[in-house]
């Protein structure tokens, strides 16, 4: 091993030891004084390196303008330490993607794309020793207690990992080590192309899109796949309950959620199954979405990087906060479901006042889930007061559009709201490469106002 890879290596264990058993906060108070104090070093240290925050290091944070993906992406020099612009660095990333190989770095710069299916493509740094950080961090939050002598004793086999992406990149491989034997899927060749490689690596720990471990689960009970994983992990997707089930069915095992973006690594699965925000590693303001306080879009500031600058970003996701604290103790705050996306969320005009409302994800859902497994795959785009709702069936085609007509009809005189017109037509598998979308709000109802 030579001393670079070494120095790699240690940095790796030490956050890995530092996240593990020095940052588990059981109390929110100490959570927070954590918190101040990292935000003060990295808002007078690392924050002025940005052209974009020069003479703002004694800023209040809440002072600081919002930012998000387009006003990162229209001034990118400005928000890295570096002073790299998009044309240095865009080059890099999309010859990765073209040729699917993804290990050329910009000096020690790793360039990722962000696999947003709408609007801009993001563009992120990592420098080789936040990488190496970063590896240490995921796997002190990730891994049973079960599996750390994999990790840590030289005489038991190394710890067998499967990653199924859309993108590898070198975030990823820096996980791979005398210690880790780590396989990278890529998605875009197919589900059907990794079953052979999957069932020879054996995993121990299983990770991928909640989709791809659907797809897997269905190949095991087929008999296709042979492989007994001991921990399970969903990533960037929604993690519907359906998906759960089916994975438990197959493999024994309740999948655990990563909640892992370009933008970093935002939320773990506990012990208890309950999704926490990293908070001992980010700063998250809550931007409310209802007076009652249940869902907001995460505002998030991340302390621990070093080049890319992450600062009040507001993320396009929607959170569900946990309506009880979590058995395991943790102060960092429990969320009940990454829900999906702003655009995910429906808009209805309200029967009684004159705007429209959002019809959430997890509402609709629900209703649609009670159709049962009649109902196999669907997609909802909404333009205005038209729904256009794909379906696909195993049974009866027509008779299930009419039940789905009848049971948005029923959830919109529920919730108070005028129901939209509906199209029926027929759904058809995205391709292999790009996420599962079922909601996708194209454009609200023309003329009123939309109001949470
Ligand atoms: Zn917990």
């Known amino acids: 091993m030579n001393s670079e890879r070494l120095v790699g290596t240690l940095r790796s264990v030490g956050a890995f030891l530092f996240s593990r058993y020095a940052l588990r906060f059981r109390n929110r108070q100490r959570l927070e004084a954590w918190q101040a104090r990292r935000l003060a070093h990295f808002m007078a240290r690392v924050m002025p390196h940005g052209q974009r925050f020069k003479g703002l290091a004694n800023s209040d944070l809440q002072r600081l303008p919002i930012m998000d993906k387009s006003t990162l992406m229209s001034d990118f020099a400005g928000f890295n330490t570096r002073a790299l612009s998009l044309e240095q660095v865009l080059p890099v990333a999309l010859e990765a993607e073209r040729s699917r190989d993804f290990s050329p770095t910009l000096g020690d710069i790793t360039v990722g794309l962000s696999s947003g299916t709408s609007g801009a493509q993001g563009v992120f740094l990592v420098s080789s020793t936040e990488r190496q950080r970063w590896a240490g961090i995921l796997l002190a939050r990730t891994?049973?207690?079960?599996?750390?002598?994999?990790?840590l004793c030289p005489w038991l086999a190394p710890l067998r990992i499967a990653f199924f992406l859309r993108a590898n990149s070198r975030l990823y491989t820096t996980l791979a080590s005398r210690?880790?034997?780590?396989?990278?899927?890529?998605?875009?060749?197919?589900?059907?192309?990794?079953?052979?490689?999957?069932?020879?690596?054996?995993?121990?720990?299983?990770?991928?899109?909640?989709?791809?471990?659907?797809?897997?689960?269905?190949?095991?009970?087929?008999?296709?796949?042979?492989?007994?994983?001991?921990?399970?992990?969903?990533?960037?997707?929604?993690?519907?309950?359906?998906?759960?089930?089916?994975?438990?069915?197959?493999?024994?095992?309740?999948?655990?959620?990563?909640?892992?973006?370009?933008?970093?690594?935002?939320?773990?699965?506990?012990?208890?199954?309950?999704?926490?925000?990293?908070e001992s590693h980010?700063?998250?303001?809550?931007?409310?979405?209802?007076?009652?306080?249940?869902?907001?879009?995460?505002?998030?500031?991340?302390?621990?990087?070093?080049?890319?600058?992450?600062?009040?970003?507001?993320?396009?996701?929607?959170?569900?906060?946990?309506?009880?604290?979590?058995?395991?103790?943790?102060?960092?705050r429990a969320i009940a479901a990454v829900e999906g996306r702003?655009?995910?969320?429906?808009?209805?005009?309200?029967?009684?006042?004159?705007?429209?409302?959002?019809?959430?994800?997890?509402?609709?859902?629900?209703?649609?889930?009670?159709?049962?497994?009649?109902?196999?795959e669907y997609q909802i785009q909404q333009r205005g007061l038209l729904w256009q709702v794909d379906l696909r069936t195993p049974g009866d085609y027509h008779g299930l559009c009419q039940r789905l007509a009848e049971a948005l009809t029923e959830l919109c005189a529920q919730?108070?709201?005028?129901?939209?017109?509906?199209?029926?037509?027929?759904?058809?598998a995205p391709p292999a490469q790009s996420k599962r979308r079922r909601l996708l709000m194209l454009q609200p109802p023309e003329g009123l106002p939309c109001v949470y």
């Open 179 to 278: 210690r880790i034997d780590f396989a990278f899927h890529d998605l875009t060749l197919g589900l059907a192309a990794a079953l052979e490689r999957l069932n020879q690596q054996n995993p121990d720990v299983l990770v991928a899109p909640a989709t791809v471990l659907r797809g897997l689960a269905q190949a095991a009970l087929a008999g296709q796949l042979t492989i007994r994983p001991r921990h399970i992990l969903s990533v960037a997707e929604v993690l519907e309950s359906s998906d759960a089930e089916l994975v438990q069915q197959a493999f024994g095992q309740k999948p655990r959620q990563i909640y892992q973006a370009s933008e970093g690594f935002l939320g773990y699965s506990c012990e208890a199954g309950t999704l926490h925000l990293n």
């Open 143 to 151: 891994l049973p207690r079960a599996l750390l002598p994999r990790l």
């Open 415 to 428: 919730q108070g709201l005028q129901a939209p017109s509906l199209s029926f037509g027929h759904w058809q």
């Open 282 to 332: 980010l700063h998250i303001e809550p931007q409310w979405l209802d007076p009652q306080r249940t869902r907001f879009q995460p505002i998030i500031t991340d302390f621990s990087r070093r080049t890319q600058l992450i600062v009040r970003y507001r993320l396009n996701d929607i959170l569900r906060v946990a309506a009880a604290p979590c058995p395991c103790g943790r102060a960092e």
């Open 342 to 376: 702003a655009d995910e969320i429906l808009w209805l005009p309200r029967l009684q006042a004159p705007e429209s409302a959002p019809l959430y994800p997890d509402v609709l859902r629900r209703a649609l889930l009670m159709l049962g497994a009649e109902l196999e």
